[in-house]
């Protein structure tokens, strides 16, 4: 791509990792989305995003950092309560590996450091311990054009677990649903503090933070510092703005009018084996080289993950078996998850599966939001 990059009008960068990269091409008067050393740390090392989020004003859970396992055994030995185990660096992209507890005093934490230690420790370096705080799990992002956030921002609500009703193991994700909103409370509390470190920083593009909210307060967990998946796939379906305009004027720092439509939007994450896990034996007996049909030949809604186009089909690619990104939307959440099912019933592929319940917790998620003022 480098040899490109005189004849690009904006430069996109989708993933962690190119913050030095993108600073210096914006050093050198190239518009840039993505990417700056401070906000890929913000994402990739935990105890410093909730560091910085404190320092914004925001509302942070304890939280405990250790390198060692023994230690933290002995940590929730001292201090018995419920804790979420969350690897950091390379290792939290290991999602499997974030284990929330589910004992008030904390012997089935100490199990699995005890399993880690033994089966993991090389791997996971360094790992947080979270004080676990009950409630809506719900996620704020916004564009930002290196000056302010674009408006509007978007409230999403990841589904993480393989299974439907989160159950198993954690999968990155398998579905989002969301909307966007004028500013709200949500919003206030939490991502907007952080505009003057990002004004600071120089960073373009997209950010998002997860969150837990109840009656107490709204507690930031994760930092995303780009485009989230199947995040920005579902946001497509949303956005009725030129994308190429959109990224154009935010690299720029200028205003951007992001149009988008009423109502939801609902995203269904199409996989096949061995998707969540790493198995090249799997994926080569049960899924390479699929072919991906259609009952009827209508794509809308229809994003590629590791697809590839041969003899004017589509047929599975790479070795993960994250496939399909399918998108709905509607004025009411069970329109838009009407839309994305019927769009997911119209794909055909041999061992596919997808969660079946995308977006069905608004109706209790949004009663809680309401009741609490975080969403009006």
């Known amino acids: 791509w480098e040899d490109l990059i005189g004849w690009a009008d904006v430069l ?3 993933d962690l990792g190119f913050g030095k990269t993108a600073e210096k091409l914006r050093s050198e008067g190239k518009r840039v989305v993505g990417g700056s050393v401070y906000t890929d740390r913000l994402e990739n090392d935990r105890e410093f995003g909730q560091k910085e989020l404190e320092a914004s004003g925001v509302t942070v859970l304890s939280s405990w950092n250790f390198t060692n396992f023994d230690e933290a055994i002995e940590f929730v030995s001292k201090n018995p309560d419920r804790y979420v185990i969350k690897p950091s660096g390379a290792a939290q992209n290991e999602k499997e590996l974030l284990f929330v507890g589910k004992e008030v005093d904390g012997n089935d934490i100490i199990q699995v450091l005890a399993h880690y230690k033994k089966n993991w ?13 009950a409630g809506v799990e719900v996620g704020v992002g916004a564009f930002f054009n290196g000056k302010d956030f674009v408006m509007p921002i978007n409230i999403n609500f990841e589904h993480k677990r393989l299974f439907p ?10 579905g989002t649903s969301m909307f966007w909103s004028q500013k709200n409370k949500l919003f206030e509390l939490t991502l907007e503090k952080m505009k003057p470190k990002l004004v600071e920083s120089g960073y373009v593009g997209y950010i998002d933070i997860n969150c837990i909210a109840n009656n107490k307060g709204v507690y930031p967990l994760e930092f995303t510092s780009r485009f989230g998946y199947p995040t920005i796939s579902i946001q497509m379906e949303g956005v009725t703005s030129s994308w190429g305009e959109v990224l154009h004027k935010i690299s720029g720092g200028e205003e951007v009018g992001l149009k988008t439509k009423k109502g939801f939007q609902v995203g269904v994450v199409v996989a096949v084996p061995p ?20 009952k009827k030949d209508n794509r809308e809604g229809i994003h590629l993950g590791e697809v590839k186009a041969s003899n004017g089909d589509w ?33 055909i592929i041999p061992n596919m599966f997808f969660r079946t ?20």
């Open 357 to 376: 319940d995308i977006g069905e917790r608004w109706v209790i998620d949004s009663d809680m939001l309401l009741s609490w003022g975080y969403l009006y």
């Open 315 to 347: 047929h599975i690619a790479g070795k993960s078996g994250y496939t399909l990104v399918v998108t709905g939307s509607g004025m009411n959440m069970k329109d838009a998850r009407g839309q994305a099912y019927n769009r997911v019933e119209n794909v």
């Open 275 to 294: 998707f969540p896990f790493n198995d090249d034996r799997t994926f080569r007996k049960y899924s390479e080289e699929a072919t991906i049909l259609f």
């Open 12 to 14: 996109v960068f989708d």
């Open 121 to 133: 420790s090389n791997k996971i370096r360094i790992f947080q311990l979270q004080k676990f705080e």
């Open 165 to 174: 009703g989160e159950i198993g193991p954690s999968t990155g994700e398998m």
